[in-house]
């Protein structure tokens, strides 16, 4: 096992953290495969196929809004992976700053996510946050 994953996994963690740092909807949702699922650390706590995704993204939305949260931006260093065939698992660590009426604060976690090859194409088909503080 190298430092990095194979390629098209990189790409789709990146894309992952892009999308949601830079608040690229169209980016972030192309990403996840069609029964994908989310589980974070704001309530409902699990998103299930359909929609996952949008659906989780409504919810941070709320989130944002009901707590005054004006930016977020995760922060990563690679952790643990492995391919086998058409699937594949993965866990980043992650520093995710928040800032929440003004003031920033750190949250530290884990993204494990796994994946899975549809056709020719890699997609994400859960990502799970572990907030460690």
Same mark, same amino acid.
């Given at each position: 096992?190298?430092?990095? &994953?194979? #390629?098209?996994?990189?790409?789709? @963690?990146?894309?992952?953290?892009?999308?949601?740092?830079?608040?690229?909807?169209?980016?972030?949702?192309?990403?996840?495969?069609? %029964?994908? @699922?989310?589980?974070?650390?704001? /309530?409902?706590? #699990?998103?299930?196929? &359909?929609?996952? &995704?949008?659906?989780?993204?409504?919810?941070?939305?709320?989130? #944002?809004?009901?707590?005054? =949260?004006?930016?977020?931006?995760?922060? +990563?260093?690679?952790?643990?992976?492995? =391919?086998?065939?058409?699937?594949? +698992?993965?866990? @980043?660590?992650? %520093?995710?700053?928040? %800032?929440?009426?003004?003031?920033? =604060?750190? #949250?530290? $976690?884990?993204?494990?996510? %796994?994946? *899975?090859?549809?056709?020719?194409?890699?997609? @994400?088909?859960?990502? /799970?946050? $572990?907030?460690? *503080?």
């Amino acid at each position: 096992m190298g430092e990095k &994953p194979p #390629r098209e996994i990189q790409t789709l @963690i990146d894309n992952h953290i892009n999308g949601f740092n830079t608040q690229n909807i169209e980016l972030f949702l192309s990403i996840f495969g069609d %029964t994908s @699922i989310i589980i974070d650390g704001i /309530a409902p706590y #699990r998103w299930l196929n &359909p929609n996952a &995704p949008t659906n989780w993204l409504a919810a941070v939305e709320k989130w #944002r809004e009901d707590f005054g =949260v004006s930016s977020e931006h995760l922060s +990563y260093e690679m952790g643990f992976w492995n =391919v086998e065939g058409s699937n594949a +698992y993965a866990v @980043i660590a992650g %520093t995710l700053a928040v %800032t929440i009426k003004g003031q920033t =604060v750190a #949250r530290t $976690g884990t993204l494990a996510y %796994t994946f *899975s090859k549809h056709g020719d194409e890699w997609k @994400i088909d859960a990502q /799970a946050w $572990g907030r460690t *503080s």
